[in-house]
């Protein structure tokens, strides 16, 4: 695969950025998601949160996804709007860890996964007729399956705190990939609906369980 210079420069970004990070505690410190931080007005720490991850195998996993589908989205929409796709997707999952997490004063996160899934989605409403590979299934998957269980999965994670993982921020930036590529390519709605339509039900779900309570 012939990587696109855009992608190249994302990952040579989150690569420096992130072993800057691990050498450097006040850095990481300085510039990770931070609910107090933020609330005292450091709002850059909503997107250089972004760039750091926790070690190699955080980063590593991040990139290797970004990796297979961000020249998906370049190849239909060109550069500019894969940019304004991950900075959006980025920002997006942000919002939704503030808004989740806003009375919890301490709450931390980091790492590339709220942009990197709203690349895949965006991927996906692009071309959902791919398929994709996992390291334990020896099977294809539809990448819109995937999509759509990854998202439920990702309630599921909110719902029931399931593991050190920011599933909010991967749900945010997924809506973010979900709304801005429809916003873009808005033939998308004529030529796949019924793609369309299916792959906003886990956002249904998540919006009808914050309006209930059950969220």
């Known amino acids: 695969m012939n990587l696109s210079l855009v992608t190249i420069i994302i990952i040579a970004a989150n690569v420096i950025v992130s072993y800057k990070g691990f050498g450097d505690y006040g850095f990481f410190e300085r510039y990770k998601f931070n609910v107090g931080g933020i609330k005292r007005g450091e709002q850059i720490r ?22 297979f589908f961000a020249d998906v989205v370049i190849n239909y929409l060109g550069t500019l709007h ?12 942000s919002l939704f ?21 709203g690349v895949l989605y965006s ?29 439920l999965y990702s309630i599921y994670g909110m719902k ?19 709304l801005v590529t429809l916003i873009l390519a808005p033939y998308l709605l004529d030529v796949n609906r019924s793609m369309v339509l299916l792959l ?14 059950k969220l």
Not at 46 to 64: K, P, W
Not at 82 to 93: P, Q, R
Not at 160 to 178: E, L, P, R
Request: charged share 5%.
């Open 46 to 67: 909503m997107f250089s949160s972004g760039f750091l991850h926790v070690d190699t195998a955080h980063l590593f996993f991040n990139m290797f996804t970004l990796y």
């Open 82 to 93: 894969f940019i304004i796709i991950y900075i959006c997707s980025l920002i997006l999952g």
């Open 97 to 117: 860890s503030l808004f989740f997490h806003k009375d919890e004063y301490y709450y931390s996160a980091v790492g590339a996964s709220g942009a990197v899934t």
């Open 123 to 151: 991927a996906i409403l692009l071309e959902p007729g791919m398929s994709l590979y996992m390291f334990f299934i020896p099977i294809p998957i539809p990448a819109y399956i995937f999509g759509i269980g990854y998202l």
């Open 160 to 178: 029931n705190k399931v593991g050190n993982i920011g599933h909010d921020a991967h749900f945010g930036g997924a809506v973010g990939g979900y």
């Open 200 to 213: 906003a039900v886990p956002i249904v779900i998540l919006y009808g369980m914050h309006k209930t309570g």
